[in-house]
């Protein structure tokens, strides 16, 4: 038997007008709507996928992510976020994707996992040491494992 491949084309362009017009309509809101928020993850991810040779195809990764964490779908942003890191070696705001993942590790009502977040944060720290974000990295390792109280405390230490 024959089996016939349907090909379909997709237009990149229009992808990233709908990607584009998603992120200003959320920019534009004061909070979140779990309605729009969920359109904007379907085009953003649409176009990440479909024309992964355009230099904002990483930056909608983690904008993707970044609106899943805000409707709390932590496995949705985490899969976004591996994608932009695996796929983009090279991506100028790559720290910023490591970051983002350490945290969603670091938090324990998320990924809960304090050996990964600090795996993370320590890779941001070595790959990107010039970044600001190596500094970042710095001071949440510092608080792995402590609570808001104990953070505070330390907090008013310093100052």
Known sequence: SKTISKKFIVD?????????????????????????????????????????????????????????????????????????????????????ALFLLAQLYDENTYLNNEQEAKALYQKIIDEHPKSPWANSAKGAIAFIGKSDKQIMEELKKKH
């Open 12 to 96: 990149c362009g229009q992808l990233k007008r709908d990607a584009i017009k998603m992120d200003s309509i959320l920019l534009g809101q004061i909070e979140v709507d779990e309605p729009s928020a969920k359109k904007a993850i379907v085009a953003f991810t649409e176009f990440a996928n479909y024309c992964d040779t355009d230099t904002l195809s990483p930056v909608f990764l983690i904008k993707t992510a970044q609106v899943a964490r805000v409707i709390n779908h932590i496995p949705q942003a985490k899969t976004a976020l591996d994608q932009c890191i695996a796929a983009y070696p090279h991506f100028r705001d790559r720290p910023a």
